[in-house]
């Protein structure tokens, strides 16, 4: 009798508001900056013509950033909810679809994040304290355990060691840019001349452009714990955003002034050249420790946000229902974050007998990624129909063109990814077994409606 009603107690428990508009922004912020803006440059800058053109695509990939948020804001202020996509995916297509996406978040897309940038982490702090061979992989380890325990102990708790590391982040990149554009270009490498045919740029860059913009829909899995969230789920948008593209642009403005386009191309770590070369021998330490902060943030935002799918899985599927709870005391969907975190573990464990496992998770989360991302994009058309949670809710500018432009940007990245799973690259062995992983998730959707689920 008594555990009953404990139990009661807890599913009654909700999501509680707790964030503002700077918590949420902060978030994204975290989320997005991430050791991304450390690697993706130099082969962007292999793949473009110019220095304008260059500059151009980093703009652009903010520009599609900032479409595909319109569509979330809008999404998200009428019908908030902890699900997020997972949500509006099941709200206009059924619980088939919203059933899989949830799975595909919980096994490949967020867990394969949180492994990547665990690795990232790991490399990075390896260099300021190694730990033997297996370093790398010790600190990946270590920092799943850790941040998934911060978020069980709570959520206040969560969101205040995300704006430390967001503002820490910021300072630090801050710092880089500031750097890198008071030291003179004039010995930088000379700019190859033009080419007189050929295209202004390959679809790799902006492969890659989008690739280190990613994590902004994150905001989504907030709406339910934003306060006044049809007005604040779009502010934190467009701020998040906002600053990152500034922050992006700023940092590869400051990679030309110091190593020129050219400079770019031939380097294997363009953070690290720029540091030797503002800071000299102290540049790597420093590099390090902007890295460990941004993949700090960046893991402990994907933690919170991917737990919430998870804990809206459970809500609605009995065969998951453990993952359902929602503790009120600390705020936080425990069970759900356990599930992520040894989930996480185990790709972290996989990937590490890979060549390189950063690349190999990567590879693992993208064809599913951008497959739900494009069905989120659609679920906007259908969901237009329906009554809103919230009649006066933000409504996505040039309706139906913004959200066609994101929906074609989103299949583009979706064939992209997919070819790259067909390709003969080691790498592309994460892609193969991240598509095999979503498709199991067929049978368990079947068994879930032999149930009698939704």
Not at 90 to 113: E, N
Not at 191 to 201: D, H, K, L, N, R
Not at 330 to 347: D, E, K, M, R, Y
Request: aromatic share 10%; with cysteine.
């Amino acid at each position: 009798m008594s555990a009953a009603g404990g139990q009661a107690t807890v599913e009654a428990a909700k999501p509680q508001q707790t964030f503002g508009v700077f918590d949420a922004a902060a978030m994204i912020v975290g989320i997005v900056i991430g050791a991304g803006i450390f690697k993706a440059p130099s082969i962007v800058a292999g793949s473009v013509s110019t220095e304008a053109v260059f500059i151009g695509l980093w703009v652009t990939g903010g520009v599609i950033s900032l479409v595909g948020a319109l569509c979330y804001a809008e999404l998200g202020s009428a019908y908030p909810h902890a699900g997020g996509e997972y949500h509006f995916l099941t709200r206009a297509f059924g619980g088939k679809l919203g059933f899989l996406f949830a799975w595909a978040r919980m096994s490949v897309v967020q867990t394969g994040a949180i492994a990547a940038i665990a690795f990232v982490f790991g490399d990075y702090a390896s260099q300021l304290l190694p730990l033997g061979a297996k370093s790398s992989v010790i600190y990946a380890l270590l920092g799943v355990a850790a941040l998934t325990a911060l978020n069980v102990i709570g959520t206040r708790q969560s969101r205040l060691a995300q704006n430390v590391l967001t503002a820490a982040l910021a300072l630090a990149i801050a710092a880089v840019i500031v750097a890198g554009l008071l030291v003179g270009g004039g010995a930088r490498p000379a700019a190859a001349p033009a080419a007189s045919t050929g295209p202004m740029f390959s679809q790799l860059a902006l492969i890659f452009i989008l690739l280190t913009y990613g994590g902004w829909n994150e905001a989504a899995y907030l709406t339910a714990e934003i306060r006044d969230a049809r007005r604040n789920v779009v502010r934190a948008l467009l701020i998040g955003i906002l600053a990152v593209t500034v922050i992006y642009v700023l940092l590869n403005l400051a990679y030309l002034n110091v190593l020129g386009l050219e400079g770019m191309k031939a380097s294997k770590a363009v953070a690290a050249d720029l540091m030797k070369a503002t800071l000299g021998g102290a540049g790597a330490t420093v590099l390090s420790l902007i890295v460990v902060a941004a993949s700090l943030s960046t893991l402990n935002a994907t933690v919170f946000t991917g737990a919430r799918t998870n804990y809206a899985l459970g809500r609605d599927f009995a065969l998951f229902s453990l993952l359902g709870q929602w503790r009120d005391r600390s705020n936080t969907p425990v069970n759900a974050l356990l599930a992520q975190g040894v989930i996480a573990l185990v790709l972290v464990l996989l990937a590490s007998l890979t060549p390189d496992g950063f690349e190999t998770m990567v590879a693992y989360t993208a064809p599913a990624f951008w497959l739900f991302f494009m069905l989120t994009g659609v679920s906007l058309f259908f969901l237009r129909r329906q009554r809103p949670v919230n009649p006066d809710h933000f409504r996505v500018p040039l309706y139906p063109f913004t959200p066609i432009l994101f929906c074609a940007m989103c299949a583009f990245m979706l064939y992209s990814s997919t070819n790259y799973a067909l390709s003969k690259d080691p790498s592309s062995l994460g892609a193969q077994l991240g598509i095999g992983v979503l498709l199991a998730g067929v049978p368990l959707m079947l068994l879930a409606k032999k149930r009698g689920e939704r």
